[in-house]
Every structure is written in C-alpha cells, then in structure tokens.
C-alpha cells in the first residue's frame, strides 16, 4: 500500500474527480457546464469545437486520471499524467472565457489545475 501523503491524496481527489464527471456525469446537468449546454458533449458543441474533440479531450482525460492513480505505485507515470492535465485545464479555462461564462463555472478547471500542479510541487 502506498503511503498517502498530501500530493498522494490530491492525486486520488483529481483522478476521481475526472472518472466521475467523465464516467458517471458526462450526460448529467452541472451547474459548471459552459454555454447553455446540459450535457458534457453539449459543452463542447458550446465551445465549437468539433466532435472528435469530445471523444480525444475525454480519452486523455481518463487515461490520466487512471495513470494518476497507477502513479500511486508506479511514480514515473505521475509527471506525464500531470502535464496531461494541466494543459487541459489550462484549455477548459480558456474554453469558459471564449463563451464568456461567469468565473464561477470556471472554478472546477481551475481547482483541478491548482491540484495538479500541487501534485507535482509536492512530489
């Protein structure tokens, strides 16, 4: 078992925070949804971008939350899986300023992004 230091635990809270909204809430309302969409495949067509975008951004998206958690025995997965993220978050922050979302729909991104680079500050 690994030991579960801060940047352990951040790792867990960002790779289970992604597998839920990826997995279980992707068709599910959220208030954080960009646009006027419902959906997370609707959010995407918010930002205009293409529908292949849906399937690469998601794809990324869980294989790094599985390589975060696998980075809890293997480390050197841990700074690909980050680097992955961060420049997604970056990408959804930006995605919500382009719609001109108010601030607070952007604040999972962003608290996703200050976990991430927590992780590897902490490492």
Same mark, same amino acid.
């Given at each position: 078992?690994?030991?579960? !230091?801060?940047?352990? @635990?951040?790792?867990?809270? +960002?790779?289970?925070?992604?597998?839920?909204?990826?997995?279980?809430?992707?068709?599910?309302?959220?208030?954080?949804? $960009?646009?006027? /969409? !419902?959906?997370?495949?609707?959010?995407?067509?918010?930002?205009?971008?293409?529908? =292949? %975008?849906?399937? @690469?951004?998601?794809? *990324?998206?869980?294989?790094?939350? *599985?390589?975060?958690?696998? $980075? *809890?025995?293997?480390? %050197?997965?841990?700074?690909? /899986? =980050?680097? @992955?993220?961060? =420049? *997604?978050?970056?990408?959804?922050? %930006?995605?919500?300023?382009?719609?001109?979302?108010?601030?607070?729909?952007?604040?999972?991104?962003?608290? @996703?992004? +200050?976990?991430?680079?927590?992780?590897?500050?902490?490492?």
């Amino acid at each position: 078992m690994p030991t579960l !230091t801060i940047a352990a @635990v951040l790792q867990l809270i +960002v790779a289970l925070g992604l597998l839920n909204v990826w997995l279980l809430r992707r068709g599910m309302f959220s208030a954080y949804r $960009g646009g006027q /969409a !419902t959906t997370l495949r609707e959010e995407f067509a918010a930002y205009g971008l293409p529908e =292949a %975008a849906f399937f @690469v951004v998601g794809g *990324l998206k869980i294989t790094a939350a *599985l390589m975060l958690i696998a $980075g *809890l025995w293997v480390p %050197a997965l841990v700074l690909p /899986a =980050a680097i @992955v993220i961060i =420049a *997604l978050m970056l990408g959804a922050l %930006a995605m919500h300023v382009k719609v001109g979302d108010p601030i607070h729909r952007s604040m999972p991104a962003f608290a @996703v992004l +200050v976990m991430t680079t927590a992780v590897l500050l902490l490492r």
